[in-house]
């Protein structure tokens, strides 16, 4: 059994793997249940919080890990998360974008300093978490039309958001919006604006019904008339890095952490199965012993924790090739391509060990009790994040005539 995670400040990347690895192992205890409830996982997002883990959310002036090149430890945490997911995924998911969203609003300057320093300390006392309510229903992706109106002493936003991840358990969105008087975003109306979600006209509508990733809570929110005072809005690109732009790996280095998430998946339905399999199931033939010396049992588990491994293992390259790239070594097409290809292997993989573990623990196993389903419905949710299909083509492109890919979010 791991250690509790000691409460003095964590100092490198591996003692939060570590650390990760004990959240872990309590997040396993209540997962079916916070699959079955569908309600925020806030005990979890309590133990994050208190062992450690908001260091890969800040930069290390404000007490962080993430210095200067803030992909450096990129390829632990990937590990993070996937430790994290095969704990619980909704969890994982719901910590990735307060991620993102923290890192880039301590460091950047697009708050007013006050209010930022006022942030750092709900952040580190209360655990203060963010959500990204920012997409929207239009035919172009990143075509944001939520209005932003100019007032005395701020901005008031109108609209409504979805795939609002986190939502339910955050204090704090950070949202994209259309400023009056700009046709577009495209056109220079790109505004950002962090939202208290206990504003008055803020509503978070409880409508997240879908198969998989059920506690995440993304789903919708509804601003009506939303005062956000200067000081906590900005125009601009949020200060982040462009994907579109050949000399970033933003998007690879996105993509890596979600397909450590996906692939968390599969090794917690990994982990079930084996304990399932040692405690519960007869062995398909009445000669053998137990289900453990069972030579068919024993072929399949064996099957899947290599494919398993294996996709860890291209994963943990693709880490290694954004990590080298932010220090000016190797090729931006060369890491896309190690990132979808790891992307790829990876969905098989989690689909693979998540469909498989009923055929393999038999007909008890899918009683609700355990909820051993849930690995499948969030590995297949989570997956259509992006297409497949389009990956596998932009591979076969890359290898087969040197078409490289295009720089964007998702290669």
């Given at each position: 059994?791991?250690?509790?995670?000691?409460?003095?400040?964590?100092?490198?990347?591996?003692?939060?793997?570590?650390?990760?690895?004990?959240?872990?192992?309590?997040?396993?205890?209540?997962?079916?249940?916070?699959?079955?409830?569908?309600s925020?996982?806030?005990?979890?997002?309590?133990?994050?919080?208190?062992?450690?883990?908001?260091?890969?959310?800040?930069?290390?002036?404000?007490?962080?890990?993430?210095?200067?090149?803030?992909?450096?430890?990129?390829?632990g945490?990937?590990?993070?998360?996937?430790?994290?997911?095969?704990?619980?995924?909704?969890?994982?998911?719901?910590?990735?974008?307060?991620?993102?969203?923290?890192?880039?609003?301590?460091?950047?300057?697009?708050?007013?300093?006050?209010?930022?320093?006022?942030?750092?300390?709900?952040i580190?006392?209360d655990?203060?978490?963010?959500?990204?309510?920012?997409?929207?229903?239009?035919?172009?992706?990143?075509?944001?039309?939520?209005?932003?109106?100019?007032?005395?002493g701020?901005?008031?936003?109108?609209?409504?958001?979805y795939?609002?991840?986190?939502?339910?358990?955050?204090?704090?969105?950070?949202?994209?919006?259309?400023?009056?008087?700009?046709?577009?975003?495209?056109?220079?109306?790109?505004?950002?604006?962090?939202?208290?979600?206990?504003?008055?006209?803020?509503?978070?509508?409880?409508?997240?019904?879908?198969?998989?990733?059920?506690?995440?809570?993304?789903?919708?929110?509804?601003?009506?008339?939303?005062?956000?005072?200067?000081?906590?809005?900005?125009?601009g690109?949020?200060?982040?890095?462009?994907?579109?732009?050949?000399?970033s790996?933003?998007?690879?280095?996105?993509?890596?952490?979600?397909?450590?998430?996906?692939?968390?998946?599969?090794?917690?339905?990994?982990?079930?199965?084996?304990?399932?399999?040692?405690?519960?199931?007869?062995?398909?033939?009445?000669?053998?012993?137990d289900?453990?010396?069972d030579?068919?049992?024993?072929?399949?588990?064996?099957?899947?924790?290599?494919?398993l491994?294996?996709?860890?293992?291209?994963?943990?390259?693709?880490?290694?090739?954004?990590?080298?790239?932010?220090?000016?070594?190797?090729?931006?097409?060369?890491?896309?391509?190690?990132?979808?290809?790891?992307?790829?292997?990876?969905?098989?993989?989690?689909?693979?060990?998540?469909?498989?573990?009923?055929?393999?623990?038999?007909?008890?196993?899918?009683?609700?009790?355990?909820?051993?389903?849930?690995?499948?419905?969030?590995?297949?949710?989570?997956?259509?994040?992006?297409?497949?299909?389009?990956?596998?083509?932009?591979?076969?492109?890359?290898?087969?005539?040197?078409?490289?890919?295009p720089?964007?979010?998702?290669?």
């Amino acid at each position: 059994m791991l250690d509790k995670p000691r409460k003095e400040p964590t100092k490198t990347i591996a003692d939060l793997v570590e650390a990760a690895r004990w959240v872990r192992a309590e997040f396993r205890k209540t997962a079916a249940q916070v699959d079955r409830d569908g309600s925020y996982p806030a005990d979890n997002m309590k133990l994050i919080h208190e062992a450690g883990l908001n260091a890969i959310a800040l930069p290390v002036s404000l007490g962080g890990l993430i210095g200067p090149n803030t992909l450096e430890h990129i390829e632990g945490i990937t590990e993070i998360f996937l430790e994290l997911a095969a704990g619980e995924s909704s969890t994982a998911q719901i910590f990735n974008v307060h991620r993102g969203l923290c890192f880039d609003l301590m460091a950047s300057n697009n708050l007013a300093p006050a209010r930022k320093e006022s942030l750092l300390r709900e952040i580190l006392d209360d655990g203060v978490r963010f959500c990204s309510p920012a997409a929207e229903p239009t035919k172009k992706r990143f075509s944001f039309q939520m209005k932003c109106t100019p007032v005395d002493g701020g901005v008031r936003l109108t609209g409504k958001k979805y795939f609002a991840t986190g939502s339910e358990g955050a204090r704090y969105g950070v949202a994209p919006v259309l400023m009056d008087g700009f046709p577009s975003v495209e056109e220079g109306g790109l505004h950002w604006a962090l939202i208290d979600l206990e504003s008055e006209g803020v509503t978070i509508n409880h409508d997240w019904d879908n198969m998989g990733q059920r506690a995440t809570g993304s789903g919708s929110v509804t601003f009506e008339n939303v005062f956000v005072p200067d000081g906590s809005h900005w125009q601009g690109k949020d200060g982040r890095s462009d994907p579109s732009a050949t000399n970033s790996v933003s998007g690879p280095a996105t993509q890596v952490v979600m397909s450590a998430i996906i692939l968390g998946m599969g090794y917690g339905a990994l982990e079930e199965m084996c304990d399932y399999v040692r405690t519960r199931v007869r062995p398909f033939n009445p000669e053998w012993k137990d289900a453990t010396e069972d030579p068919i049992m024993q072929f399949h588990v064996g099957r899947i924790s290599s494919q398993l491994n294996a996709a860890r293992a291209a994963n943990r390259e693709a880490a290694r090739a954004v990590a080298a790239f932010s220090e000016g070594i190797g090729k931006r097409a060369d890491v896309s391509l190690a990132m979808m290809q790891a992307k790829v292997a990876i969905v098989d993989a989690a689909l693979t060990a998540s469909n498989d573990l009923h055929r393999l623990c038999g007909g008890m196993s899918t009683s609700n009790t355990f909820r051993f389903d849930r690995f499948w419905r969030n590995a297949r949710t989570l997956s259509t994040h992006d297409s497949q299909d389009v990956k596998l083509r932009q591979i076969g492109g890359y290898v087969l005539g040197g078409v490289e890919p295009p720089a964007n979010y998702v290669t």
